[in-house]
């Protein structure tokens, strides 16, 4: 890769390195220059530009970023389409995060453009959650390391995968002494239960005996036969593999895998296995609500995730998590900081508007001409089914009933425009007003323009980050604007002030700054049918 002053005889194809206006227009950082961009930039006096050019054995920074991604992208993830040279990894159900510490290592070790980053390995994760993202640091990296990171991730299987939760039956066994307060064993019995609840699991039985080795012995091997995970809190701490609760594993015909584990709170802590059913020899911490090395253990087994000895001995690495006295403590009058939560993919919405009256194509509703052998509407609303927007909002106008019908079995929140023939905006602003109150963002799109993909939604999706500067994401296709376009929450109010056909085309000239443009692979979001003609020039393949 070529990188620095370019004269703009040779700027052509190049990527554009930094940010800058040219003739009142806002070339952002990473555009790939066009013919139209090099003469208007001549146009605005400039003789070269910053830039970076592509060699043969160059891979652009999406291209290399999604092909490393799909690589290392396992069970329960799915990897979302590259932008800026960035895929990440999302969630699709809760599970735990399962990847190998070592060969994550050895991608990053590849070259410098080349970075995979992860959340901590064993984390439990949510739906919708960024669980990795690969970024290619430069505008490309060079196909030989590229290549290598692909078969590091794919090697033996995908780098990364989710493990799901499934609900597992746990029987906990408390043991007393004269001494033991009954209200001790009391409340641990809900603090256990809330603890499986939020795994998926369930308490099925809770049992009580004497601190003694015989008894619990008994009560191990029955419980052992029944259940899928035994919890065993003893009256007083595990001091030692020949102890109480190790001895009654062993004397019910078990055995101990390990005792002890780096994590504090949670140290005291013992794995062993009866009649192939693991035995957790729990710490007292367990007691208490607070986070403490047994939810590691614990969480894991609920995703049948097997943990060995050394599993736990490998534990110690973010294992402090008691409060110690040399950490900085809020003051007594302190309220706590908010916690940020985990960082999630985007909630955009999926918007169709499908309310014309179609009043260039004639007597025939466009909406349900035929295209390639289904009405044309319907080919908008599967492309939003089946891209990763969070549920599907459809305005109505012209024909309702019947748009309906040729859109089914779409899955979506119909909603009808009585005023149809006041604009786009009246739809625009029907739709936005029935959308959730908890998106993000929302992805119009119109109903005559079939060529637009489910991959074209979802480039616009990974896109927007109005953090960095992106609340509106505009696809183009060789440097021309078009369809569908993505706006942030913030754009909704001032949706509701739109009026006449022109859509919300007036915010993206007003808040140039906050859009970016998103080339696409295709001249889908160019094309729109609103004649005769074109119909029948789409139909022939033109």
């Keep these: 890769m070529r990188f620095g002053p370019t004269p703009l005889d040779q700027a052509e194809g190049a990527i554009l390195a930094h940010s800058q206006t040219v003739g009142g227009k806002r070339f952002k950082k ?25 060699d043969a054995d160059d891979v652009h920074e999406d291209e290399a970023a999604g092909r490393i991604a799909r690589a290392g992208c396992g069970a329960n993830l799915s990897a979302a389409e590259p932008f800026t040279g960035r895929a990440n ?37 949510q739906a919708k959650q960024m669980a990795a993202t690969v970024k290619i640091i430069p505008f490309a990296a ?16 995908p780098l990364m995968r989710v493990a799901p939760l499934v609900e597992k039956r746990a029987a906990l066994i408390q043991t007393h002494l004269p ?13 256990m239960t809330q ?31 029944r259940a899928d995970i035994v919890i065993a809190v003893g009256a007083s701490a595990i001091v030692d593999r020949g102890d109480v609760i190790p001895a009654a594993i062993e004397a019910a015909g078990g055995s101990v895998e390990h005792f002890g584990m780096p994590v504090d709170p949670g140290n005291l802590l013992l794995l062993g296995r009866l009649h192939d059913t693991p035995v957790i020899g729990a710490p007292g911490c367990v007691r208490s609500p607070k986070p403490n090395g047994f939810d590691w253990v614990l969480t894991r087994l609920c995703a049948d995730v097997r943990v060995c000895r050394e599993d736990v001995m490998r534990m110690g690495d973010g294992g402090l998590l008691k409060e110690i006295p040399s950490r900085p403590q809020p003051r007594a009058d302190e309220k706590p900081a908010a916690a940020e939560g985990p960082k999630r993919a985007p909630k955009i919405a999926g918007l169709l508007l499908a309310a014309g009256q179609s009043r260039r194509m004639g007597a025939e509703n466009k909406l349900l001409a035929d295209v390639a052998g289904k009405p044309m509407a319907a080919h908008a609303a599967e492309a939003l089914a089946a891209s990763s927007v969070d549920g599907l909002t459809i305005v109505t106008g012209a024909e309702p009933q019947r748009l309906r019908a040729a859109i089914q079995p779409c899955e979506a929140e119909y909603v009808h425009n009585p005023d149809y023939a006041d604009g786009l905006s009246a739809s625009l602003k029907r ?23 489910a991959t074209t939604i979802d480039r616009l999706i990974s896109a927007f980050d109005p953090a960095e500067g992106r609340a509106i994401c505009v696809p183009t296709y060789r440097g021309k604007r078009g369809n569908p376009v993505l706006f942030a929450r913030r754009f909704f109010a001032e949706m509701q002030d739109l009026a006449g056909d022109a859509g919300a085309k007036v915010l993206i000239g007003a808040y140039e700054d906050l859009a970016v443009e998103v080339e696409m692979e295709d001249a889908g979001v160019l094309t729109d049918i609103d004649t005769p003609d074109a119909l029948a020039r789409y139909r022939a393949g033109g």
Excluded at 34 to 41: Q, Y
Excluded at 207 to 224: F, K, S, V, Y
Aim: negative net charge.
């Design 30 to 54: 990473g555009r790939r220059l066009s013919a139209d961009d090099v003469a208007a930039l001549q146009a605005d006096g400039r003789t070269e530009v910053t830039a970076a050019r592509l």
């Design 89 to 125: 990894l999302i969630v699709k159900s809760s599970g735990v995060l399962v990847f190998d510490r070592a060969r994550l290592d050895a991608v990053n070790l590849i070259h410098e453009a080349v970075t995979v980053a992860a959340l901590p390995a064993f984390e439990r994760v």
């Design 142 to 157: 060079p196909d030989w390391a590229v290549e290598e990171a692909e078969r590091l991730a794919a090697d033996g299987g």
């Design 179 to 191: 001494e033991t307060k009954a209200s001790v064993l009391d409340k641990t019995v809900p603090i």
């Design 195 to 225: 603890r499986l609840h939020s795994l998926g699991s369930l308490l099925e039985s809770e049992t009580r005996c004497a601190h003694d080795i015989q008894a619990l012995a008994g009560e191990l091997d029955a419980a052992a036969r």
């Design 431 to 453: 739709g936005v007003a029935a959308l959730p109150d908890d998106v993000d963002g929302v992805v119009v799109c119109l109903a005559d323009m079939p060529g637009v993909t």
